[in-house]
Each structure stands twice: as structure tokens, then as C-alpha cells.
């Protein structure tokens, strides 16, 4: 008998301690790995759904040379940092100035002017209309209305390090008309055309007058434009409320009897359309009006202290767009006289008369922040608010003489519940709707719904396992019980080769050569749904009478395949021929245009038919080789006892193979739904990863994993000067795909542990 030394066993035992050790350190790397990749995803998604938080910046008093009540408006920057907190005071005289709030000095001063013939004269300022947090309206005494904006900006640019740089730019100047000075006026400049400006002004008799000037490069006035607006009734417009849209065609005006008057004008200025909308049925009166970011919602403040928004819809009984309510915000406990709209996003600020301010999200009507510093709660009331140009931060004047400062932590307002998993009314649409859609310019509302991407990452798959399901099952069965061994030896290695095609490869192939195939034979490819099983039924039949001879029973021990390939040939054929038959017969000739016509099926080249070709081609090979090891692995002696009793392979295959190899083909299909489930390229290359939702076969989808990789390049990542919402929003598709597969797979080991337990163990 052989023994080993005491050396050798100390040397083996050695071994077998690091060997454990090594595994052991692998497999706690691999749980960690794993572990703190969750770790990190959802430490990237939970400050989407952090709640606003409001916490007092600074406090100082106003100058002793100025007085509260002689304040017509403040307004507040802040930096990044905020080492920047600039307050901006507008006197009614006409001054502004500028206010550190950390340290209380000023920091600049100026007056402003009337400009009139090229030179500047001395004018008094009548009435200050806000129309931006930093940008007012102004009237003089003599009839002139002005533009100006208040700008504070960090002087490093320009040498003073430290030190910010305040001015105050005259943007537009409008001239004074013969006859009656404005009551109010709302006076805008264009962004996108430098000397382009309108303005809306309200006359003394409740007309409203349209004023529109264009400068070309050298400054000549190109185009000009006077119309002079008025409804049925005049008198129920009063001085209350009026705004206008930036490039001019429309101009909005409350009533005082609760009513919405719009007109729109041409670039020639006359009145192509108007409308009276009775808002309000109890006749509150209209107090605040103000154009949100992108110029397409309306913001209005009412009397009874709701804030809503207005924007152009269509309508069910006419198909032209009418001024319709689309958003109700919080409301407020007294009137509302002043609505301040951010300039990034869709917030807006309103402001009542018991000195509250309100900072809501227009998208979701969810209620950002509330200051209320009123005597109630042991503060003097705010007389005058604003708002920072990117709505993080608040400025409050109080009836002492205090300037107060609010940082409103929000980096993601346009995020919620609602927003993300809920229908909701966007700006431009008819109705509340699931939308995705991350680009549009700098004054777009971002629509961020997962629902159409959830919805398709189940219609890829489903669509997919459609074509795949039944191919790799009955595949799987038919090499497993019914052909012959040499052939399995063959097919089997095969068909799992197909595993390792990239996935790429595959989404190449069907985007840019089978997809113009199946546009060009769209009708063939329909009729081979029928023409197929219609050959194999009649192949059937056939084989009935036929099956008894001998040279029919000697090609149906195995050798099946072999007259099902002419078969599919016939079928196939039969759908081709008949195919230009068939679409000439359709109304107009053409199959995607009747399609389109008649039946109001858009069809898309790229669509879900080949996505359930490529994808399904990427599936087969896994549920086939996992099913047919499933089906191989039944005991002999099962499939052998069933047919000494008279059963037929069908039979054996039927009752007894598969409900004992059912837990495996269950696992076979949940992993290859799960496959189908994360599938990235081929959904990204087969479709035009266009986020609908409809069951439409010629539409293309977009699904979580392929919203991932085409986003995830344009996605800033968050900075400090960038919150980075889509990035963080991806993060969250991430987790939804983890938690999807995560789902299937533990229902699947549930099901297939139920069915071990019902058919017994093999």
C-alpha cells in the first residue's frame, strides 16, 4: 500500500488552504463588485427624488437712503457657490442698485434715462411692469417705454477678481405715440433677431396697441408695424393684466370679470384670429399674467389666489387650436398680484397679497417652495419678491426695510412621480400623455416618462419570443426525441454556434439588408403566414395515406426534415407569386400606403417585424440548446415504458417527456426572455428607437437598454454646472432594468421549483 510522506501532505495541505483562500477572496471581490456597482446606481438616482429644501441665505437691511415703500421691485443673483449674492433694487423714481447681501454695501448705482432723439433727458418712471426676473417694462412721464434688464456677473473676465460686475443694459426703446400716455405695457425683445422688439401697451380707453419694430445690420428700422387691439366689450379689459409672446403674434389681456382676450396678428399687423375665454365662471378678476419659458404656456393669477396655465389645444368639436386650461397650481390664501417665470425651466413664482411667495413646477403642478414671512408667524410681511435667473434662489423685501435671501435646494423640479410614471399634459399636446423626449432646444419641457419605455421593452421581447418561443422549442423537440443520433450530433453544435454571432453583426444585417426586403415583400411575407401552415396542413394530409408505405416509413424514423424543406419552398413560393397579384388589388396599388389609408397603420421600415427577426435570431440558440438538454435528459426508461405500452413518439413526447422536462423548458424560456429583455444593439440598429406605444407590428419602440445607449452620450454628467437630470434619469432606467430582470428571474426559479415539485425530480 502506498502512503504519502508527511512532506508531501503538509505540502498538499498548504495548498488546499490557499486554493480556498483564493476562492474565497474571488468570491468576496465579485459580491462586492457587485454590490457597490448597486450601491453606486442608486446612490446616482435617489437625488431625483430628494425633497426641496428652503434655508435662509442672508439678511440685511436696505440703505438708509432708501425706503421700502418707494421700492418697486428686487431681484436676486447667485452663484454656483453662493460667495455671489447680489440684490438688485429698482426705486419707482427710476434707480436701481445693487446690494451685496453678505456684506450689505452696494455695490453699484445708476440712474435710468429716457432715451429720446439719440440723446438721454431726464423723465420721471410712471409705471414698472415685470416680465422676467431681471427684465422690466418701463413707462415714463412723456410717453416713452423702455426695456431694461439687470445683469451680475463675476469680474474675473475683466481683472477685478472677486469683485462682480453689475450693470444695467437698455435693451428696446419705443418712442412716444401722439395722443394718450400707456397705462401699462409690456415691451419684449427678440432673442433670436438683435433689434427685433414688440410691445403691448394698454391705453387709457381699454384699447390695447400693438407696436413692432425690426432693425436691419445697420440699424435701419426694417419693419414696423402699429395695431391697434379691441374686443366686443372694451371696457371689461381695465387696466388688470397684459403680456405678450416674444416674437409678438399673440398678445394676452386678463379681464376684471374673469376673462382671457387673446388676438393673434401677422407679420404685416393685422388680426387674423381673437377669442374672449370666460376662465372663470365665478368672475374673479384676472390680476397677473405672465409668459413662461418658450413663450407657448400662459401663467395667469387670479383674484380667489389660484395660479394656473393656459395654452393653445385642439379641440374635440373643431380642429383649431383654442386657449384652454391645462395646469392648476397650489393655490394661495389671498389674490395674486405678481407672477415672476424662471428663465431655464418652467418654474414660476407667484406672489399674493398677504406677502407669500410660491415657487411651483408648471409640468407636474408640484409646489417647490413657499416663503411666508407675514406677521402671523412673528415676521413683518414681504412687500416685493424675485426670483434668481435660474430659480434657486428667492429674494424677499419685507416691510422693515429687509432684504432676505432663500436658497431653494431643487436640482431636479422636472422629476417626480408623476412625471416619470404618470400621464401628464405637456405644452403643444391635445391631451395628458406618456412622453419621452430629451431634446429641443434651450427653452423645451423636458418629457421624461418611462412608461414608453417600459412598454417598449415588453413589446421587443414579446414580439421576439413570438418568433423564437415556438422555432427553438419545437427545434429543441424534434432533436431531441425524433431525429436521428448522427443528425443530432450536427445540429446541436450548430445552432449553439450561433450563440457567439455578436450581437451587433446580427443588428447590422437586419437593419440595412432584411429590412428593405421585407418593406419591398411586405404583402409576401403576410401571405407566407398563411400560404406556410396551409402547405404543411396539406403536406399533412398527404402523408396520412402515404405514411403506411415502406419508403415512407423508413424517412419517418428521423429523416422528417427532409420533405419539410420542399414543403416551406412551396409555401414560400406560393406567397411570393401571389403577392404583386394581391397588392395591385389594394387601393392604390401599394401596401405600405394602404396600410397608412385605410386601416391607419404607419409603417416604418425599421419596425417591430424586424426586430422580432434579429432579436429572435439572437434568442433561439439559448432557449434551444437549454430546452433540448431538458428534453435529453428524461429518463429512457420513462420514454421506453410509455411506448411498450402502445404510445406513439408523439404521445411519449406529449405526456410524458415534456411535463417531466418542463421545469428546465420554463427556465430556457425565462432566460431567453431575459436575454431578449436586455438586448441593447440589435434594438438600437433594427428600430428607430422611437418611443411609442402602440401594438402597431410596422412601428419601431424604444426600450430601456437601448434608451441607454443612445442617450447616454448627450448626458451631461453632474457638475457644478449641470444638475445633470437625464444623466441621473438613465441611471434610473438602469435600475428598472435590473429590477425587471431581477423579477423575471425570481418568478421563473418560484415557477420551475413548483413544477419539480408536481412532476418529480429526474
Aim: proline share 5%.
Amino acid at each position: 500500500m502506498y502512503t504519502l510522506s508527511k512532506t508531501t501532505l503538509r505540502r498538499l495541505k498548504r495548498r488546499d488552504k490557499v486554493a480556498r483562500w483564493v476562492v474565497t477572496l474571488g468570491g468576496v471581490v465579485v459580491i462586492g463588485s457587485v454590490t457597490a456597482m448597486l450601491v453606486l446606481i442608486v446612490a446616482t438616482v435617489l437625488p431625483l427624488f430628494r425633497a426641496p429644501r428652503v434655508r435662509l441665505l442672508a439678511e440685511q437691511r436696505l440703505p438708509a437712503s432708501l425706503a421700502a415703500k418707494d421700492v418697486a421691485a428686487v431681484g436676486l443673483e447667485m452663484g454656483v457657490h453662493e460667495k455671489l449674492l447680489v440684490a438688485h433694487v429698482l426705486q419707482r423714481n427710476g434707480s436701481v442698485k445693487f446690494i451685496d447681501l453678505h456684506g450689505g454695501q452696494v455695490l453699484a448705482s445708476s440712474q435710468l434715462f429716457a432715451p429720446r432723439e439719440g440723446a438721454p433727458s431726464n423723465g420721471t418712471v410712471r409705471t414698472i411692469a415685470r416680465i422676467g426676473p431681471a427684465a422690466y417694462s418701463l413707462i415714463w412721464s412723456d410717453g416713452t417705454i423702455s426695456l431694461v434688464e439687470m445683469a451680475v456677473q463675476t469680474a474675473a473676465s475683466h481683472g477685478a477678481e472677486g469683485k462682480p460686475l453689475c450693470t444695467v443694459r437698455t435693451r428696446a426703446t419705443i418712442p412716444p405715440e401722439k395722443g394718450s400716455i400707456p397705462v401699462r405695457a409690456v415691451l419684449r425683445a427678440s432673442k433670436d433677431k438683435e433689434g427685433s422688439v414688440t410691445c403691448a401697451a394698454l391705453l387709457p380707453d381699454n384699447h390695447i396697441l400693438l407696436l413692432r419694430r425690426e432693425e436691419d445690420l445697420s440699424g435701419e428700422i426694417a419693419t414696423k408695424s402699429r395695431t391697434l387691439l379691441s374686443s366686443e366689450s372694451p371696457a371689461r379689459i381695465g387696466p388688470i393684466a397684459l403680456a405678450a409672446v416674444q416674437n409678438g403674434i399673440i398678445v394676452y389681456a386678463g379681464t376684471a370679470d374673469g376673462g382671457l382676450l387673446w388676438w393673434k396678428v401677422d407679420n404685416e399687423g393685422q388680426v387674423v384670429d381673437q377669442e374672449t375665454v370666460p376662465a372663470f365662471h365665478d368672475k374673479r378678476a384676472v390680476l397677473a399674467l405672465s409668459m413662461l419659458l418658450g413663450d407657448m404656456s400662459l401663467a395667469v393669477g387670479d383674484a380667489g389666489g389660484e395660479v394656473s396655465t393656459w395654452c393653445f389645444v385642439r379641440t374635440d368639436s373643431d380642429s383649431s387650436r383654442k386657449l384652454r386650461l391645462i395646469h392648476k397650481m397650489q393655490p394661495h390664501a389671498a389674490a395674486v398680484r405678481q407672477i415672476i417665470p424662471s428663465e431655464r425651466s418652467k418654474a414660476l413664482l407667484s406672489f399674493d397679497e398677504q406677502g407669500v411667495a410660491a415657487l411651483d413646477y408648471m409640468t407636474d403642478e408640484r409646489r417647490l417652495a413657499t416663503i411666508a414671512a407675514t406677521a402671523s408667524n412673528g415676521s413683518p410681511p414681504l412687500v416685493q419678491v424675485g426670483l434668481s435667473s435660474r430659480a434657486d434662489a428667492l429674494v424677499g423685501l419685507d416691510a422693515q426695510g429687509n432684504l432676505k435671501a432663500w436658497h431653494i435646494l431643487c436640482l431636479h423640479p422636472e422629476i417626480s412621480w408623476q412625471t416619470l410614471f404618470g400621464k401628464v399634459q405637456y405644452e403643444g399636446y391635445d391631451e395628458p400623455d406618456y412622453v419621452w423626449q430629451t431634446t429641443g432646444g434651450d427653452d423645451y419641457e423636458p418629457k421624461m416618462s418611462l412608461v414608453p419605455l417600459l412598454f417598449g421593452t415588453f413589446k421587443a421581447t414579446l414580439y421576439a419570443m413570438l418568433f423564437a418561443g415556438p422555432l427553438a422549442l419545437a427545434a429543441a423537440a424534434y432533436v431531441s426525441h425524433f431525429t436521428t443520433p448522427a443528425f443530432k450530433q450536427w445540429i446541436k453544435p450548430i445552432v449553439e454556434i450561433m450563440a457567439a454571432l455578436p450581437s451587433v453583426v446580427i443588428g447590422f444585417v437586419v437593419a440595412l439588408w432584411l429590412a428593405p426586403i421585407v418593406e419591398r415583400r411586405l404583402v409576401a411575407l403576410l401571405l407566407a403566414l398563411l400560404s406556410v401552415p396551409a402547405a404543411l396542413l396539406a403536406f399533412l394530409l398527404v402523408w396520412q395515406v402515404v405514411r403506411s408505405r415502406d419508403w415512407a416509413r423508413r424517412i419517418a424514423h428521423g429523416r422528417e426534415f427532409l420533405l419539410l424543406v420542399p414543403i416551406l419552398i412551396v409555401g414560400i413560393g406560393a406567397a411570393i407569386w401571389a403577392a404583386p397579384w394581391l397588392e395591385r388589388a389594394l387601393p392604390g396599388g401599394n401596401a405600405t400606403r394602404w396600410l397608412g389609408q385605410y386601416l391607419h397603420l404607419g409603417y416604418d421600415q425599421r419596425n417591430s417585424i424586424i426586430v422580432a427577426f434579429g432579436l429572435g435570431f439572437a434568442v433561439i440558440p439559448i432557449i434551444f440548446s437549454l430546452a433540448e438538454d431538458a428534453l435529453s435528459n428524461v429518463p429512457h426508461s420513462m420514454t421506453a415504458a410509455s411506448m411498450a405500452l402502445g404510445a406513439s413518439r408523439w404521445q411519449t413526447l406529449w405526456r410524458v417527456v415534456l411535463p417531466s422536462a418542463s421545469p428546465g423548458i420554463f427556465a430556457a424560456v425565462m432566460i431567453g426572455f431575459g436575454r431578449a429583455v436586455g438586448e441593447t444593439m440589435i434594438i438600437l440598429m433594427a428600430t428607430g428607437c422611437t418611443p411609442l406605444m402602440d401594438w402597431n407590428p410596422f412601428n419601431g419602440m424604444r426600450t430601456l437598454a437601448a434608451n441607454i445607449a443612445m442617450e447616454i452620450p448627450e448626458a451631461p454628467v453632474p457638475d457644478l454646472g449641470s444638475p445633470g437630470t437625464l444623466y441621473r434619469v438613465l441611471f434610473l432606467c438602469a435600475v428598472l432594468l435590473f429590477v425587471l430582470t431581477f423579477a423575471l428571474n425570481t418568478v421563473a426559479e418560484v415557477v420551475r421549483q413548483r413544477l419539480r415539485k408536481r412532476y418529480g425530480q429526474y
